[in-house]
T-cell receptor, first 109, second 117 residues
Framework: AQRVTQPEKLLSVFKGAPVELKCNYSYSGSPELFWYVQYSRQRLQLLLRHISRESIKGFTADLNKGETSFHLKKPFAQEEDSAMYYCALSSTSGSRLTFGEGTQLTVNP | GAVVSQHPSWVICKSGTSVKIECRSLDFQATTMFWYRQFPKQSLMLMATSNEGSKATYEQGVEKDKFLINHASLTLSTLTVTSAHPEDSSFYIC?????????????FGPGTRLTVL
C-alpha cells in the first residue's frame, strides 16, 4: 500500500529563514514523488517532482530512498511562499496519486 | 499549460436531491480523470479514477451507486452525487492527466463546494 506522511500540519518561519517541509513515504516499488502547492483561494498546482531534479521558486527536494523521504527545502523563505504544501506519491507504472496530510507554511515578515 | 475547469464552483442543495459536477480539460484530451474529496483542513482523498469510454475505478469504501461517474468524452467527466445527504457536504476536486506529456503529473480543477441542507 502507498502511504505519505507529512508530520507537521503547521510550520511557521520568518522571512529569510531556511525552511524544510518533511515528507516520508512507504511504497514497495519505485515511487514517483511530487510536491504540490495550494496558495490561498487558488487551485492545487504542481511545484516540483523528483524525476526532473529542478528547482522551482527556490525550492528543491531530493528523493532519499534509504530514508524513504522527499523533504522540500528552501534556503531563504519569502512571504509569498505562505501556502499549503502537499507531498504526493505515484507508482511509476500507475497514475493514481496518494497525498500526504499537507503542511500549512506561514512565512512571517 | 494544461487547464482543468469545474462547474459549478459551489452548489447548495436539499437533502435527497442529486447534484452533478462537471470536470473539463480545456486544452488537452484527458483519457483519465480523477475525483477527490477534501474535508476542511484535511488532505485530498481519491474517490475514483474515471476512464474515458469505460467504467470508473472506485477506491475502497466509496459507494459507486452513490457517486456516479461518467467519462463520455476525452474532455469531460461528470460526478453525480445521488440522493445527497448532509454528510456528503464537502469540497470535490477533479484532476486530469495529459497523456501526451508522458508523465504522471495531474492538473487540478478549482474544486466544487457542495453543501447539502
Amino acid at each position: 500500500a502507498q502511504r505519505v506522511t507529512q508530520p507537521e500540519k503547521l510550520l511557521s518561519v520568518f522571512k529569510g529563514a531556511p525552511v524544510e517541509l518533511k515528507c516520508n513515504y512507504s511504497y514497495s516499488g519505485s515511487p514517483e514523488l511530487f510536491w504540490y502547492v495550494q496558495y490561498s483561494r487558488q487551485r492545487l498546482q504542481l511545484l516540483l517532482r523528483h524525476i526532473s531534479r529542478e528547482s522551482i521558486k527556490g525550492f528543491t527536494a531530493d528523493l532519499n530512498k534509504g530514508e524513504t523521504s522527499f523533504h522540500l527545502k528552501k534556503p531563504f523563505a519569502q512571504e509569498e511562499d505562505s501556502a499549503m504544501y502537499y507531498c504526493a506519491l505515484s507508482s511509476t507504472s500507475g497514475s493514481r496519486l496518494t497525498f500526504g496530510e499537507g503542511t500549512q507554511l506561514t512565512v512571517n515578515p | 499549460g494544461a487547464v482543468v475547469s469545474q462547474h459549478p464552483s459551489w452548489v447548495i442543495c436539499k437533502s435527497g436531491t442529486s447534484v452533478k459536477i462537471e470536470c473539463r480539460s480545456l486544452d488537452f484530451q484527458a483519457t483519465t480523470m480523477f475525483w477527490y474529496r477534501q474535508f476542511p483542513k484535511q488532505s485530498l482523498m481519491l474517490m475514483a479514477t474515471s476512464n474515458e469510454g469505460s467504467k470508473a475505478t472506485y477506491e475502497q469504501g466509496v459507494e459507486k451507486d452513490k457517486f456516479l461517474i461518467n467519462h463520455a468524452s476525452l474532455t469531460l467527466s461528470t460526478l453525480t452525487v445521488t440522493s445527497a445527504h448532509p454528510e456528503d457536504s464537502s469540497f470535490y476536486i477533479c484532476s486530469a492527466r495529459d497523456p501526451l506529456q508522458g508523465n504522471n503529473e495531474q492538473f487540478f480543477g478549482p474544486g466544487t463546494r457542495l453543501t447539502v441542507l
